[in-house]
């Protein structure tokens, strides 16, 4: 089984990508989505989170949002040491269930791959790729936030074009080409790579 990334910035399009290898047949494992989850549900991590920034970091089981934000928003070193609990926690979880699945290959979307080392554990790299103003507009219309706002989100990913260098494939999702397509594209090309590797590997 291959062990695709997807990443890409903010707003350039991944969860909607995902949703095309979704009905495709292929699984995804959303990584922001679940290391929400894991905050809440791992009880070493719990510990952790509450030993390094207090026992406030959680009301009634769930994760004190503002009080944490209110700490690592404005502090980059903090928001590195929360990333550096809740990160290898999240890429265990995500190995595990990459190697519980049965399909030919799957897919583990997150938008810091790269910046976490991840990509270590996967066979190639997607990149979707969108232009700056594009990706800002969406994110204002998507989430009702400011350009201040989405730039000082956008100003903690590693820059789109270095980014999408290291990527092994793009999907680019620019609004002129077609994304239907580039994925299908993948989709077929990933099935036939799954089963050389197999047949390769001799099983
Ligand atoms: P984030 O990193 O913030 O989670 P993302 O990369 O997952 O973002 P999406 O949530 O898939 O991006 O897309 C951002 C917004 O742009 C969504 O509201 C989505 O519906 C819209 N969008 C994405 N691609 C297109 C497209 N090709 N045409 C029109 N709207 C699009």
């Known amino acids: 089984m291959l062990k695709i990334g997807l990443t890409g910035g903010i707003g350039s399009g991944k969860t909607t990508i995902s949703g095309i290898f979704r009905v495709l047949g292929s699984p995804v494992f959303d990584a922001d989505r679940e290391a929400k989850l894991i905050m809440e549900t791992d009880a070493g991590l719990i510990s952790n989170i509450k030993k390094t920034f207090g026992e406030e970091s959680y009301t009634n089981g769930k994760v004190n949002k503002p009080y944490l934000a ?64 594009v990706r800002i507009q969406r994110v204002m219309d998507r989430d009702n936030i400011d350009r201040e706002q989405v ?18 494939f793009v ?8 994304l239907i397509p580039q994925v299908l594209q993948l989709h077929a090309r990933f099935i036939d790579m799954s089963f050389q590797k197999k047949s390769n590997s001799g099983a």
């Open 70 to 133: 209110n700490i690592v928003f404005n502090n980059p070193a903090k928001l590195d040491t929360l990333n550096a609990l809740v990160h290898p926690a999240t890429i265990a979880a995500a190995n595990k269930w990459m190697n519980d699945q049965q399909t030919p290959y799957v897919i583990k979307e997150a938008a810091l791959m790269f910046e976490t080392g991840s990509v270590s554990n996967l066979d190639y790299v997607v990149g979707v790729h969108a232009p700056q103003h």
């Open 151 to 168: 730039l000082l989100r956008m100003s903690r990913q590693i820059d789109e074009i270095i980014k999408m260098k290291l990527c092994d």
């Open 171 to 178: 999907i680019s999702n620019n609004e002129q080409q077609l």
